[in-house]
């Protein structure tokens, strides 16, 4: 019989994904409150991060580049680099794994006070 309410499963959660998220009223407060929680407050982290980045970044290339570009050049260059190239990258992988982190925290102390097993 499972192979008869398997799809049937299917198709309610796909009917469910297509259909839920259009209705703005409902969703709207939550899909704001989870831009807020994994965008605006991941700010200080990708700030720091950057800065990191950007400092290792600049010395690396003067170091390699040293002799044959001007100083403020490399200065230029670095800041196009890391804005264009690397910033974008980082930041997806920061707030990718921040949150990740966030919602596996979550759901292991949702495990250790028995939250989920209620829920089954």
Do not use: C, N
Not at 55 to 63: D, E, F, K, N
């Amino acid at each position: 019989m499972k192979f008869v309410t398997a799809p049937g499963r299917y198709v309610l959660f796909l009917a469910k994904s297509i259909f839920i998220p259009w209705d703005i009223r409902r969703t709207w407060p939550r899909l704001v409150e989870q831009l807020y929680i994994h965008g605006v407050s991941a700010f200080p982290v990708i700030l720091l991060a950057s800065v990191f980045v950007g400092l290792t970044t600049a010395v690396q290339t003067s170091y390699q580049l040293m002799g044959i570009v001007p100083k403020y050049f490399v200065g230029m260059g670095v800041s196009r680099m890391v804005l264009i190239e690397l910033a974008p990258v980082f930041t997806a992988f920061l707030v990718a794994g921040r949150s990740a982190s966030s919602m596996s925290a979550e759901l292991g102390a949702m495990r250790v006070s028995e939250q989920i097993d209620a829920l089954t």
